[in-house]
Each structure stands twice: as structure tokens, then as C-alpha cells.
């Protein structure tokens, strides 16, 4: 069964650096989709970073430059890089996953299996 399990998350100072880990089970990365949402608290669930099955990545303009998205096949993870953390950076943060071979991974909410998410918090 397709599994993933995010961590990672916790307390990180205005500026610094946070790296999250979503380890997947039940299918292969370079035939799946995989994408890091977001939701801050009173705040709709947003798109920040989606990787391909080829490995192309897609960005949030709020997190380009700051966030890098990349995985590890051999160890089935996919990882989000945190710098130049800002306040705004505060929310839930879930990866998700789904089958797609051919096409540019989306920023949109369409992918079939969702983690439970892992808090990430900036101080202000």
C-alpha cells in the first residue's frame, strides 16, 4: 500500500533553515508524482514545491529561491530544504503523491495519497 510519512518539522528562528523528509512505501519515485503542500493556520491548503516523475521540479513564487525540493530514490524520500524561513513559512506542512509517468508535475490539489503532515514553525 502507498505510504508516506513526513518529518522534520518543529521550531526554526526567523531566517534559518528547516529540512523536511516525506519517506514513501508502495510505489517507485521515478514513476509518481510528489509534491509539498502547506496550510497556515485560518488559511487555505496551497501548493509549494512538486517534483516530477523525470525529477523536474515546480516552485510556489512565495518559496522560489528559499525552498529546494529533491529525493533519494535509493532511500524513497523526498525532502524539502527551508531557508530564509519568514514567518509566513508557519503552517502544516504534507507531502502527497500520484501516479503520473509522462507529464510536468502541478501545484494543484490533484494527487491521490496524502500524508499526516509535520508542523513547521518560524519565530518571529
Known amino acids: 500500500q502507498v505510504q508516506l510519512v513526513e518529518s522534520g518539522g518543529g521550531l526554526v528562528q526567523l531566517g534559518g533553515s528547516l529540512r523536511l523528509s516525506c519517506v514513501t512505501s508502495?510505489?517507485?519515485?521515478?514513476?509518481?508524482?510528489v509534491a509539498w503542500f502547506r496550510q497556515a493556520p485560518g488559511k487555505a491548503r496551497e501548493g509549494v514545491s512538486c517534483?516530477?516523475?523525470?525529477?523536474?521540479?515546480k516552485y510556489a513564487p512565495s518559496v522560489r529561491g528559499r525552498f529546494t525540493i529533491s529525493r533519494d530514490i535509493s532511500k524513497k524520500a523526498v525532502y524539502l530544504q527551508i531557508n530564509a524561513s519568514k514567518p509566513e513559512d508557519t503552517a502544516v506542512y504534507s507531502c502527497?503523491?500520484?501516479?503520473?509517468?509522462?507529464?510536468?508535475?502541478?501545484?494543484?490539489?490533484?494527487?491521490?495519497?496524502w500524508g499526516q503532515g509535520t508542523q513547521v514553525a518560524v519565530a518571529e
Open positions: 508502495g510505489f517507485y519515485l521515478d514513476t509518481y508524482k
Open positions: 517534483i516530477s516523475a523525470d525529477g523536474t521540479t
Open positions: 502527497a503523491a500520484g501516479y503520473e509517468l509522462f507529464r510536468m508535475c502541478r501545484l494543484n490539489q490533484d494527487y491521490v495519497y
